[in-house]
């Protein structure tokens, strides 16, 4: 069963350029949702992807957007890129709904992408 | 907006010995979630509580639910070097929401 998985693992970009980074979901899970994590810092979140549809969104800009395909895979863009931008860029899955239904299910981690911006 | 405060935020321990790491959240949350994070790599989920009183327990760590408090609570016993790495605990910002807030993370290092 494989778990989430998030390529590329490393990136180095310049100030300006743009970047997608892609992340396939847990087998039987159809959310995804993507969070920043600076380093020393928690992570923070971006955004969640169900049904090809945005659901919910953190405190980023709209450089940050993002897309979800029929297979629930994932991307993240980030255009405009700042030096800010350099981060650990995680995806995690899980079951949309499954917090209503107070399910155990956590959401799961993939192995992040590590964006350096120089 | 939920916030999350963890604390200590460092911590040096000694192989063998006892300590309990705080995770406080500001507003009522229905779940609460510890991860664990090895340098360099993603977060591993440890524990998922579900309801207030929740205790959970995998070898030498425990954690616990205290929803009236806001309070939750990771307690390691007989602390081994393995377990060095940093700890996050996360909740959801209202009931039924699947986004998380994380703490800063408790940074652990269990020295021999």
């Known amino acids: 069963d494989a778990g989430v998985t998030q390529s590329p693992t490393h990136l180095i970009k310049t100030r300006g350029q743009q970047v997608t980074l892609r992340c396939s979901p847990k087998?039987?899970?159809?959310?995804v949702s993507w969070y920043q994590q600076a380093l020393g810092q928690g992570p923070q979140f971006i955004f969640q992807?169900?049904?090809?549809?945005?659901?919910q969104r953190g405190n980023f800009p709209d450089r940050f957007s993002g897309h979800q395909f029929p297979n629930y895979s994932s991307e993240l863009n980030v255009n405009a890129l700042l030096l800010g931008d350099s981060a650990l860029y995680l995806c995690a899955s899980s079951l949309f709904g499954g917090a209503l239904l107070r399910l155990a299910d956590t959401q799961y981690f993939g192995p992040g992408t590590r964006l350096t911006v120089l | 907006e939920l916030k999350v405060e963890q604390n200590p935020l460092f911590l040096s321990m000694q192989e063998g010995k006892n300590y309990t790491i705080y995770c406080n959240y500001s507003t009522t949350s229905d779940r609460l979630y510890w991860y664990r994070q090895d340098p360099g790599k993603s977060l591993e989920s440890l524990f998922v509580?579900?309801?207030?009183?929740a205790v959970k327990q995998e070898g030498r760590l425990m954690a616990s639910l205290d929803t009236k408090a806001r309070l939750s609570t990771l307690h390691i016993t007989a602390a081994v070097h393995d377990l060095s790495a940093t700890y996050f605990c996360?909740?959801?910002?209202?009931?039924?929401?699947?986004?998380?807030?994380f703490g800063k993370g408790t940074k652990l290092t269990v020295n021999p």
């Open positions: 509580l579900l309801s207030n009183g």
């Open positions: 087998s039987g899970h159809d959310t």
């Open positions: 996360a909740g959801p910002p209202q009931g039924g929401s699947e986004k998380l807030v």
């Open positions: 992807y169900y049904e090809e549809e945005e659901r």
